[in-house]
Nanobody
């Protein structure tokens, strides 16, 4: 089993910054991808950013140039540095761990990010 725990959400003014962290524990073997999704009220969960075990990254167009994803493989932690935040970034942010060997996804409980205008 894999456990995923997010932290770092909060309230920030537009233009401000927040850094989210996600710690994974348990049976993580082989190639894996760690990423972030967000879900605003009344909307579906959407992809934000992801990073592979080799360090390759992907970003949603809406966050390119503002958000940076990184990871510490030794600690099994992934980070999301969010700069120049906008009110439309307000959502619950979920961490996702995908294990290639089992093709399974694991989700955290989510952390709220609120950006005031």
């Amino acid at each position: 089993q894999v456990q995923v725990v997010e932290s770092g959400g909060g309230l920030v003014q537009a233009g401000g910054s927040l850094k989210l962290s996600c710690a994974a524990s348990g049976s993580i073997f082989g190639a894996n991808t760690m990423g972030w999704y967000h879900q605003a009220p009344g909307k579906t969960r959407e992809f934000v950013a992801a990073i592979g075990s080799s360090g390759s990254t992907m970003y949603a167009d809406s966050v390119k140039g503002r958000f940076t994803i990184s990871r510490d493989n030794a600690k099994k932690v992934v980070y999301l540095q969010m700069n120049s935040l906008k009110p439309e970034d307000t959502a619950v942010y979920y961490c996702n761990v995908f294990l290639a060997l089992s093709s399974r996804h694991y989700w955290g409980q989510g952390t709220q990010v609120t950006v005031s205008s």
